[in-house]
């Protein structure tokens, strides 16, 4: 299932190699990249997105992602965390899908798609800026990155306050409106977060366990 690659695989290979990061001399940044900005409702009784509808599923997984990464970041508050959405790229995402739906959509992007694709080369810059940028610092500790010129502030983070060390931003390099700060907030006072890393760390424990259970 997509959530596999999208949430538990990226998650696990974070929360691994974390504790080298965390002894970095100096930058100690993870960028991941999905769909940051792109928060929505997440399904509490189907955290694994088995039924979660096509147009939902996004969301869903997009808010656990971050949500973790406010986790992690709580256990390592020295390291920046930032989730990236990329904007529209030509890759070979869905390359193997099938379906009538999969085709048009295929045929309508071979059409529509150069108007609207940012250059890969591009995109390379906005991630390695992402990455190597002051402007995405870490909650404590230092190791900020390339310093900022001018005036340039901090990015907002995921709680609203600028340089807080969780970072939701998409193509343009800029953080999460408004409205996703209400509803990660709203998820956080009914205790989502602490729930889906319960249940990570349940589905980790089963996979490495060879539990069945």
Excluded: C
Excluded at 66 to 76: P, S, W
């Amino acid at each position: 299932m997509a959530s596999v690659l999208a949430y538990y695989s990226r998650t696990r290979f974070i929360a691994n190699l974390l504790p080298q990061l965390q002894k970095a001399p100096s930058l100690r940044r993870v960028v991941t990249v999905f769909a940051g900005t792109k928060e929505g409702k997440i399904d509490m009784n189907d955290l694994q997105a088995w039924k979660v509808s096509m147009l939902s599923a996004r969301g869903h997984v997009t808010s656990m992602i971050t949500l973790t990464l406010e986790t992690l970041a709580k256990k390592a508050p020295e390291v920046s965390f930032v989730h990236a959405f990329p904007g529209s790229v030509k890759t070979n995402l869905g390359r193997d899908a099938k379906g009538v739906l999969i085709t048009v959509a295929k045929v309508v992007l071979t059409v529509i798609g150069p108007m609207f694709y940012i250059p890969i080369e591009e995109v390379g810059q906005r991630h390695l800026f992402l990455a190597t940028s002051a402007r995405y610092p870490p909650g404590t500790g230092g190791a900020s990155g390339v310093p900022l010129e001018g005036e340039a502030l901090a990015a907002r983070g995921t709680d609203g306050k600028n340089g807080s060390g969780v970072y939701a931003v998409g193509s343009d390099g800029e953080s999460a409106d408004v409205k996703v700060e209400r509803l990660l907030a709203s998820m956080r006072k009914e205790g989502i977060p602490e729930k889906v890393w319960s249940h990570t760390e349940g589905i980790f424990e089963r996979v490495t366990t060879g539990s069945v259970a």
